[in-house]
């Protein structure tokens, strides 16, 4: 089946700090990667997200590349702010399901202290 | 802007009360919606499909009689968990998916049930 296994946080870094974030996942199919986040009294937003394999999903400074022979999708920023504060969901979804069901990993909780 | 609102976003309700929570598409005619739970320091996890018209689609283990979907209409899918007991306290959150591309989310329900 599929699944996802995320990194546990919390995670307390300080601002320009490196962050990475793990992300495995199992998946019968061909599915694509997702990196959500949720900012405090919101829902959850796309961050980035891959399709196959090798490509590199970027968004605001964050970067995850789909490796499907670690079956990884790790997320990583060079320079945190204290913006970035949020909890970051890992998910996958199989493309041919109809109307994409989604995988998520347990959620990661991030703090970035000036 | 958001494209799936939900409300409410808190609520606290005494127990054997019933609670409905709405989750609307405000932006695409939606015919499939999925409600997700989370407890706490787990994943989301998929508790059933909303069908616009027919029956809701419940996964494994979710009870159908306690926790009650109804997709009258496209932009409009409820929630309704019924005779609340405090076991039933998480945080639940709706999401319209698109074929192809990612789901979009509502900004999610508090549930504390006392």
């Known amino acids: 089946g599929n699944s996802v296994t995320q990194m546990e946080g919390p995670v307390t870094l300080s601002e320009e700090a490196f962050l990475t974030i793990n992300c495995t996942y199992t998946a019968t199919g061909y599915p694509s990667l997702f990196w959500y986040v949720q900012y405090p009294g919101e829902g959850l937003q796309l961050l980035l997200k891959a399709t196959k394999a090798d490509d590199k999903g970027s968004n605001k400074g964050f970067e995850a590349t789909y490796r499907k022979e670690t079956t990884s999708f790790h997320l990583e920023k060079g320079s945190v702010q204290v913006s970035d504060s949020a909890v970051y969901f890992c998910?996958?979804?199989?493309?041919?399901?109809?109307?994409?069901?989604?995988?998520f990993g347990t959620g990661t909780s991030l703090t970035v202290i000036p | 802007g958001a494209v799936v609102s939900q409300h409410p976003s808190r609520v606290i309700c005494k127990s054997g009360t019933s609670v409905k929570i709405e989750c609307r598409s405000l932006?695409?005619?939606?015919?499939?919606m999925f409600w997700y739970r989370q407890f706490p320091k787990q994943s989301l996890m998929l508790m059933a499909t909303s069908n616009e018209g027919s029956k809701a689609t419940y996964e494994q283990g979710v009870e159908k009689d306690k926790f009650l979907i109804n997709h009258a209409s496209l932009t409009l899918s409820t929630l309704t968990v019924t005779s609340a007991h405090p076991e039933d306290s998480s945080f639940y959150i709706c999401s319209r998916a698109t074929v192809n591309t990612e789901a979009f989310f509502g900004q999610g329900t508090r549930l504390t049930v006392v």
């Open positions: 998910a996958l979804s199989d493309l041919r399901d109809t109307g994409n069901q989604f995988y």
């Open positions: 932006d695409f005619q939606a015919t499939t």
